[in-house]
C-alpha cells in the first residue's frame, strides 16, 4: 500500500533523531500529498521510479508552488526512500540523484534597535487587564532578550524562571540544551508577569508547569496566538505588519548582536544553531544594512 511507510518512517525518525513534532508533521503532510499524487495516476509509492518523482516536481512547478516549497518536499522524499532502502524494502534508492530547484535564501527583514523599541513599548499597553499587558511584555522582552524560537518561548518552563536566574536552560530542536542568559529588564518582566500569573493560579486553584499558561488543549499560550499578538503590536507601533513575524524578533537579536561586536559562533551558541553556516546568513544582512546606510547617509549618494 502506498502510504504504508510513511508512519514507520515517521516513528523511526521520531525515535532516532528526537525529530521536533512540527518537522514531523511537516514530513507526513508532505509524503502524503506525494503518495496521494502518486495514487492517482495509478502508481505505488512502492514502486515508483525516478521518472515518477521527477514528474510530480514538474507538477509542482506548473501548479506554481515556490522553489523553497518544492526543494523541501524534494527533502522530504529522499529522506523516505533513503529509508526504505536501508531497511531492504527496496533494492534502489529512486530519489537520491534528483536534484532540487534548491531553496532561494532570503534575507530576513532586519529591524533597527528603534523599531524593536516600538513594539516592546507597544506590548507595554496591549492587553484589556493588568494581567494580559503584564504576560505580553514579557513575551516580548524574553524574545528579544534570547532569541528563542517561538516553540521555545510560548512552552517555556515556568521551573526555568524561578528564583530570578541570570540565565535559562533551553532544550531546541533535536533535544540539545543550551544556556541562554537573561537581560535585566527580561527578568523585571519575567518578576512582575510570575507575581501576577502565581496570584491567579492561587485564586482559581490552578497549577501549571508552563511559564504562560492558558486553557487550551495544549496548555500554553499558542504559537498562533503569538503570531496574531506580534501582528497587531506591529501595527500599534505604527509599523508594516506584513513583514514582522515572531522570527522577525528572533533575526533581531542575532543582527543587534553581530553589530555590537559578538562573534559568530557565540551567536550560534546562543540561537541553538547545529552549524555555524545557518548563522552566517546575519553577516550578509548586516552587510546589507550597511551599504545601505552608506547609500542613504553619505554626502555623494545624495542628489
Known amino acids: 500500500m502506498s502510504h504504508a511507510w510513511i508512519p514507520v518512517f515517521l516513528e523511526a525518525t ?16 508532505d509524503l502524503t500529498a506525494f503518495c496521494d499524487a502518486l495514487t492517482a495516476k495509478g502508481i505505488s509509492s512502492t514502486s515508483a521510479s525516478r521518472q515518477d518523482i521527477e514528474s510530480y516536481l514538474i507538477d509542482l ?9 518544492r526543494a523541501r518536499k524534494l527533502s522530504s522524499i529522499r529522506q523516505l526512500y533513503r529509508f526504505a532502502f536501508q531497511e531492504g524494502w527496496r533494492s534502489d534508492d529512486p530519489a537520491a540523484q534528483i536534484k532540487g530547484p534548491g531553496a532561494q535564501k532570503k534575507l530576513p527583514v532586519v529591524l533597527s534597535e528603534n523599531d ?48 530570578t536566574p541570570q540565565m ?4 531546541g530542536k533535536g533535544g540539545r540544551e543550551r544556556m541562554v542568559p537573561l537581560s535585566p529588564d527580561s527578568q523585571s518582566s519575567i518578576i512582575r508577569w510570575l507575581s501576577l ?39 500599534n507601533a505604527g509599523l508594516n505588519a506584513a513583514d514582522i513575524s515572531p522570527h522577525t524578533l528572533r533575526h533581531a537579536f542575532a543582527t543587534h548582536l553581530l553589530a555590537n561586536g559578538a562573534d559568530l559562533r557565540t551567536i550560534q551558541t546562543l540561537l541553538g544553531h547545529a552549524d555555524v553556516a545557518s548563522t552566517e546568513i ?7 544594512r550597511l551599504k545601505e546606510l552608506v547609500l542613504e547617509k553619505h554626502p555623494l549618494a545624495k542628489d
Open 61 to 69: 512547478t506548473s501548479e506554481g508552488f515556490a522553489p523553497s516549497t
Open 197 to 235: 500569573r502565581d496570584a491567579k493560579m492561587d485564586k482559581n486553584r490552578q497549577s501549571s508547569t508552563f511559564l504562560f499558561p492558558n486553557g487550551s488543549k495544549i496548555g500554553h499560550f499558542s504559537r498562533v496566538q503569538f503570531f496574531t499578538l506580534i501582528k497587531r503590536l506591529a501595527s
Open 116 to 163: 524593536v523599541d516600538l513594539i516592546l513599548d507597544a506590548a507595554k499597553n496591549e492587553g484589556r487587564t493588568e494581567l494580559d499587558r503584564a504576560r505580553n511584555t514579557c513575551l516580548l522582552e524574553l524574545l528579544y532578550a534570547t532569541g528563542l524560537r517561538v516553540t521555545e518561548l510560548v512552552s517555556l518552563p515556568v521551573a526555568a524562571v524561578r528564583g
Open 14 to 29: 521520531q525515535a532516532e533523531n528526537d525529530t521536533a513534532d512540527n518537522t514531523l508533521f511537516a514530513y507526513n503532510h
Open 168 to 171: 535559562i536552560l533551553i532544550r
Open 282 to 288: 546575519y553577516t550578509h544582512v548586516l552587510d546589507e
